[in-house]
T-cell receptor, first 114, second 115 residues
Framework: EPEVTQTPSHQVTQMGQEVILRCVPI?????FYWYRQILGQKVEFLVS????????KSEIFDDQFSVERPDGSNFTLKIRSTKLEDSAMYFC????????????FGPGTRLTVL | AQSVTQLDSHVSVSEGTPVLLRCNYS??????LFWYVQHPNKGLQLLLK??????LVKGINGFEAEFKKSETSFHLTKPSAHMSDAAEYFC?????????????FGTGTRLTIIP
């Protein structure tokens, strides 16, 4: 089972501020996914990223969001100007080595927007 | 398009009794189906997966699920509940054989174990 870490574990920010959430897989991966879970709700797909390009994004992933792979290993999700409704758990996921149907999730970053 | 419906938002069982968490799916193509578990304030852990091999799938911690195409169901079961099973369980679907498709989650079932 591939491992992935996320930093920070908890981020508190003021509305309107920019935040960057990081995902670091233990081994090299070309595919990454971001999901979010608003408190008490289901997990929702945000974006998938393959080989330095967005391959699919949801309607949630508007112009306030961006993703990139700045140094070939870390994978970041940036929210340009946070809103109260961005408060959620954000999960990074990577595909399993044995096949691409299965995704393994990081521990998540809890984002709190005040 | 694909979706999953988890029929119960909350299930309570006594320790040592069977667990049944229900899930129905909808998919335009052959699906891959998963169950993930989320313990309080923790991440998402893969319990088991169905990817068009055996219809009865065994997972970790004694859980298993059966894929029934005729009923479009993928219910999760465990013969005997343990206190440590208390968690949120998510049924998840994706398109099989397409590769690297997004996961679509159900709304979750909170499992409570009564001592």
């Amino acid at each position: 089972e591939p491992e992935v870490t996320q930093t920070p574990s908890h981020q508190v920010t003021q509305m309107g501020q920019e935040v960057i959430l990081r995902c670091v897989p233990i081994s090299n991966h070309l595919y990454f996914y971001w999901y979010r879970q608003i408190l008490g709700q289901k997990v929702e797909f945000l974006v998938s990223f393959y080989n330095n390009e967005i391959s699919e994004k949801s309607e949630i992933f508007d112009d306030q969001f961006s993703v990139e792979r700045p140094d070939g290993s870390n994978f970041t999700l940036k929210i340009r100007s946070t809103k109260l409704e961005d408060s959620a758990m954000y999960f990074c996921a990577i595909p399993g080595l044995a096949g691409t149907d299965t995704q393994y999730f990081g521990p998540g970053t809890r984002l709190t927007v005040l | 398009a694909q979706s999953v419906t988890q029929l119960d938002s909350h299930v309570s069982v006594s320790e040592g009794t069977p667990v049944l968490l229900r899930c129905n799916y909808s998919s335009s193509y052959s699906p891959s189906l998963f169950w993930y578990v989320q313990h309080p304030n923790k991440g998402l852990q893969l319990l088991l997966k169905y990817t068009s091999a055996a219809t009865l799938v065994k997972g970790i911690n004694g859980f298993e699920a059966e894929f029934k195409k005729s009923e479009t169901s993928f219910h999760l079961t465990k013969p005997s509940a343990h206190m440590s099973d208390a968690a949120e369980y998510f049924c998840v679907v994706t398109l099989a054989n397409f590769g690297n498709e997004k996961l679509t989650f159900g709304t979750g079932t909170r499992l409570t174990i009564i001592p």
